[in-house]
C-alpha cells in the first residue's frame, strides 16, 4: 500500500503540479487499503489500517519528506477594536429582555471550492515544488442561526453565474441554499437588504 501511496504522491507532486498535505496522503491512503483488501479476498479480511499520526510520520520519514509553503498570509483580528463589544452587546440584551431564542446572529464566508493545500511534501533532496496557477474559483456563503440554536436560518449563497451550466434544467428553489449571483460573488448591500426584507423576516417570524 505504502509502496502504490508513494508513487502517486510523486505523480500528484511532480507530473501533475498539484501539492498534497497530511489529509488528503491519509485519506488515500485508506482509498489505497481498501482497495487491496478487496483484492486479496478472504485473507486479508481481518486486516485493519488506520491512518494516524504516528503511521503518517513513520511514512513521511520513509519517503524522506520534508513541507514546504506555497503561499500565505498571515491575518489577524483588531482585538482591540471588539473587546469593549461584549458589555455593550449584554446591556442591549438587558435593555431590551431577548432571549436567546430571539438573538440571530449571520456570518459569511468565502469558500474557494476548487482550493488546494497551501503546503506540499516533497523530497528533502528536491529545494522547490514546479510552478502552477491556483484556481481562485470562489463562492460566498453566508449562514446564520439563533443564539439558542433551535433555529438555523437557510444559508445564502451568492455566485458569479446566475446559471451555472451544473445546474442546467434545474430548479434553484428546490436547492438547500438561497441562490443569488453578481459578478465577484460578494454579498453587497443590495443583495443584504433583499436577503433581510425577503427571506430573513418571513422566516424567522414563521419560526415565532
Known amino acids: 500500500m505504502e509502496t502504490m501511496l508513494k508513487l502517486w504522491c510523486d505523480n500528484q507532486v511532480n507530473v501533475k503540479n498539484c501539492p498534497v498535505d497530511q489529509n488528503t496522503v491519509c485519506s488515500q491512503a485508506k482509498l489505497i487499503f481498501e482497495r487491496l483488501k478487496e483484492d486479496a479476498g478472504e485473507v486479508a479480511k481481518d486486516e485493519e489500517f488506520k491512518a494516524s499520526n504516528g503511521w503518517f510520520n513513520r511514512f513521511k520519514s520513509h519517503c524522506n519528506w520534508h513541507s514546504i509553503a506555497e503561499s500565505g498570509e498571515a491575518a489577524s483580528a483588531d482585538k482591540e477594536a471588539v473587546s469593549y463589544y461584549p458589555e455593550k452587546f449584554k446591556a442591549m440584551i438587558d435593555e431590551g429582555g431577548y432571549t436567546s431564542q430571539t438573538i440571530f446572529n449571520v456570518d459569511e464566508t468565502g469558500l474557494f471550492w476548487k482550493k488546494i493545500p497551501k503546503r506540499t511534501f516533497i523530497a528533502r533532496e528536491e529545494k522547490t515544488f514546479p510552478g502552477f496557477k491556483a484556481s481562485k474559483d470562489r463562492l460566498t456563503v453566508m449562514v446564520g ?64
Open 145 to 208: 442561526a439563533n443564539a439558542a440554536g433551535d433555529c438555523k436560518l437557510k444559508p445564502l449563497l451568492v455566485y458569479r453565474s446566475e446559471n451555472p451550466r451544473a445546474l442546467k434544467n434545474k430548479s434553484k428553489a428546490d436547492l438547500p441554499v438561497i441562490w443569488k449571483s453578481n459578478r465577484k460573488a460578494w454579498v453587497t448591500a443590495s443583495l443584504f437588504e433583499d436577503w433581510f426584507g425577503h427571506n430573513f423576516i418571513p422566516e424567522v417570524e414563521c419560526y415565532c
